[in-house]
């Protein structure tokens, strides 16, 4: 398989599980987190309706097999309910629940590596308890290669901080820029997949690698 440079392409896939979606714009880069929102989802971030899925397009002429894996959310990962400190996330006690309304994805090839950027849009509900000013969405992000003997290729943690306000109901959103894994053969292309889920082990940080002891 020849590369030809970096050859780019945008792909809109919306995955509705409940909540509708909105995000708010950050400044802190050149580009704004808006801006990144639209060029993902091809339109307006404040929208709440999904994108019309659509075939994975390829990547280029020169690997005409390979496409840009889906987005999926984990089983039992869609959303994500905290309560006070000893107590259990249900009824009453629940402080704040966040779900998980929308998704895109983009990837570009180069030099037989697929760099992804992916977006995810959410809200994040007050619950009976009362949430905090200030609440902070533990995620994580895979490339999975599935079938028989499921691997993960790669996987990173991320958190995003959101600010509660009187409403009650706030948008949260995320653009994981830094997917990078080895491009897949044309046989294996179409096992792969973008995992996307709520991880409270984000918080943590990920596990360090233990130093490997001298003999």
């Not at 390979?66 to 006070?84: D, E, F, K, M, N």
């Not at 895979?142 to 706030?170: F, H, L």
């Not at 948008?171 to 897949?184: G, H, N, Q, T």
């Not at 046989?187 to 596990?207: H, R, W």
Request: aromatic share 6%.
């Amino acid at each position: 398989m020849g590369d030809k440079g970096v050859i780019r392409l945008a792909v809109a896939a919306a995955v509705a599980i409940g909540l509708g979606s909105g995000m708010f714009a950050s400044t802190a880069s050149a580009q704004s987190l808006s801006d990144r929102f639209k060029s993902l989802f091809g339109g307006s971030s404040e929208s709440d309706k999904p994108a019309t899925p659509s075939a994975p397009p390829v990547l280029d002429d020169s690997a005409a097999e390979l496409t840009c894996p889906q987005v999926t959310i984990r089983s039992g990962a869609s959303t994500y309910a905290v309560a006070a400190p000893g107590k259990q996330p249900v009824g009453n006690d629940i402080k704040f629940q966040a779900s998980i309304s929308r998704t895109a994805r983009q990837c570009s090839l180069n030099n037989g590596e697929i760099t992804a950027k992916i977006g995810i849009q959410g809200r994040v509900i007050v619950g009976p308890s009362g949430a905090p000013p200030t609440v902070e969405v533990p995620l994580r992000v895979a490339v999975v290669k599935g079938g028989i003997g499921e691997r993960t290729v790669m996987t990173k943690a991320y958190v995003t901080t959101v600010q509660v306000d009187e409403s009650g109901s706030v948008p949260f959103s995320l653009v994981a820029e830094d997917v990078v894994y080895p491009a897949p053969s044309p046989a294996d292309n179409d096992s792969y997949v973008f995992y996307i889920g709520f991880d409270p082990q984000a918080l943590k940080g990920e596990p360090k690698a233990r130093p490997h002891k001298k003999k």
